[in-house]
T-cell receptor, first 116, second 112 residues
């Protein structure tokens, strides 16, 4: 099945630890995105990437890092510098060309990160 | 970052009732999208709108792209228990990056 796979579903972070959230897509989409979701705040953009080996900061990039070594993969690392990492993290992807199709983002099932 | 103003923030309704929610923005958008998120899952696209004044239906759902291009609304008719979830609006301007701006979400609870 074509889609976006996020793993793990649940993740726990210890104090001072870096953790990495996986996002893989087999939709052949050019662009990929990471969002953070907190209750009552909607979706806030952390990082996005339009092409392999290139990515841009979103609205809340501090304390996070990403890489885009393959078109299919866009892992997010939550570093120890992120002091309040507890949230639901969503990965999305979209095409960048092709008329109306480029407007739609498709989401994975999310990873819930908690601090021990 | 920029956000859309989505209201109401939450709704608790009786099964069978109609529901209406809306989003407003200070900026003009070229595209409005409505997503639904079930608990513990990612958002799923319900309706996409591309032209000012456009009215589009998807089963019991109807959404409209406001003529000012700064607002959109979503109506759900004859609600059922599986309509429970968080509904998000999202807008896209003229940017080529594919970035969307999301509303804060409307949490819908349906009492059987």
């Amino acid at each position: 099945d074509g889609g976006i796979t996020q793993s793990p579903k649940y993740l726990f972070r210890k104090e001072g630890q870096n953790v990495t959230l996986s996002c893989e897509q087999n939709l052949n989409h050019d662009a990929m995105y990471w969002y953070r979701q907190d209750p009552g705040q909607g979706l806030r953009l952390i990082y996005y990437s339009q092409i392999v080996n290139d990515f841009q900061k979103g609205d809340i990039a501090e304390g996070y890092s990403v890489s885009r070594e393959k078109k299919e993969s866009f892992p997010l690392t939550v570093t120890s510098a992120q002091k309040n990492p507890t949230a639901f993290y969503l990965c999305a992807s979209s095409v960048l060309a092709g008329g109306r199709a480029k407007n739609i983002q498709y989401f994975g099932a999310g990873t819930r990160l908690s601090v021990l | 970052g920029q956000q859309l103003n989505q209201s109401p923030q939450s709704m608790f309704i009786q099964e069978g009732e109609d529901v209406s929610m809306n989003c407003t923005s200070s900026s003009i958008f070229n595209t409005w999208l409505w997503y639904k998120q079930d608990p513990g899952e990612g958002p799923v696209l319900l309706i996409a709108l591309y032209k000012a004044g456009e009215l589009t239906s998807n089963g019991r759902l109807t959404a409209q792209f406001g003529i000012t291009r700064k607002d959109s609304f979503l109506n759900i008719s004859a609600s059922i228990p599986s309509d429970v979830g968080i509904y998000f609006c999202a807008g896209r301007g003229s940017s080529n990056t594919g970035k969307l701006i999301f509303g804060q979400g409307t949490t819908l609870q349906v009492k059987p």
